[in-house]
T-cell receptor, first 109, second 113 residues
Framework: QQPVQSPQAVILREGEDAVINCSSS?????VHWYRQKHGEAPVFLMI?????EQKGHEKISASFNEKKQQSSLYLTASQLSYSGTYFC??????????FGTGTSLTVIP | NAGVMQNPRHLVRRRGQEARLRCSPM?????VYWYRQLPEEGLKFMVY????????ESGMPKERFSAEFPKEGPSILRIQQVVRGDSAAYFC???????????FGPGTRLTVT
């Protein structure tokens, strides 16, 4: 039931791009994305509802393919502040919510 | 507008004692989630509550753990007869309704000695 994220970890240089994928075995109603820095609480980035939409937030955007039960988070021109662990959260059509396995992102100068 | 509040921030309990973790949601939010996070691991769903109702407790261990969200006051996660394996960070998150973003509290770090 827990969505699977890939890659598990990625290291980027400042200015490089990254894609984080989230895949669920359940039919989804929405996908959330959160970032958590070490020792802190997760912080909401964006939510995508059923409908296959794409959303943007500064240089971070995401897409949701409800037929494939997948979502991708796109980070462009990465900054040092992007470092952290990214979690997708999936809300199934049965109203159950699960966080993904997490992707550790490290941006180096 | 105050954010989600959790207390205590740190809690130390000896094996066999009870732990009570409190979560005050954001104003206007009537839905609360509880999660457990072990060091260097992901967030594990425990329970989802609405005021006076448990909506989904499929992630909660069957024994020793209970949760409530009364009409008045904070949501409480109660762990009876704690064991060393209960040591973790416990986060609550509040939301106004389904399919809205979740706002997380700072977490309670429980250490069982």
């Amino acid at each position: 039931q827990q969505p699977v994220q890939s890659p598990q970890a990625v290291i980027l240089r400042e200015g490089e791009d990254a894609v984080i994928n989230c895949s669920s075995s359940k039919a989804l109603y929405s996908v959330h994305w959160y970032r958590q820095k070490h020792g802190e609480a997760p912080v909401f980035l964006m939510i995508l509802l059923k409908g296959g939409e794409q959303k943007g937030h500064e240089k971070i955007s995401a897409s949701f393919n409800e037929k494939k039960q997948q979502s991708s988070l796109y980070l462009t021109a990465s900054q040092l502040s992007y470092s952290g662990t990214y979690f997708c959260g999936t809300e199934t059509t049965g109203n159950q919510f699960y966080f993904g396995t997490g992707t550790s992102l490290t941006v180096i100068p | 507008n105050a954010g989600v509040m959790q207390n205590p921030r740190h809690l130390v309990r000896r094996r066999g004692q009870e732990a009570r973790l409190r979560c005050s949601p954001m104003k206007g939010h009537s839905h609360v989630y509880w999660y457990r996070q072990l060091p260097e691991e992901g967030l594990k769903f425990m329970v989802y509550l609405q005021k006076e109702n448990i909506i989904d407790e499929s992630g909660m261990p069957k024994e020793r753990f209970s949760a409530e969200f009364p009409k008045e006051g904070p949501s409480i996660l109660r762990i009876q007869q704690v064991v060393r394996g209960d040591s973790a960070a416990y986060f609550c998150a509040s939301t106004p309704a389904l399919n809205y973003e979740q706002y997380f509290g700072p977490g309670t770090r429980l250490t069982v000695t």
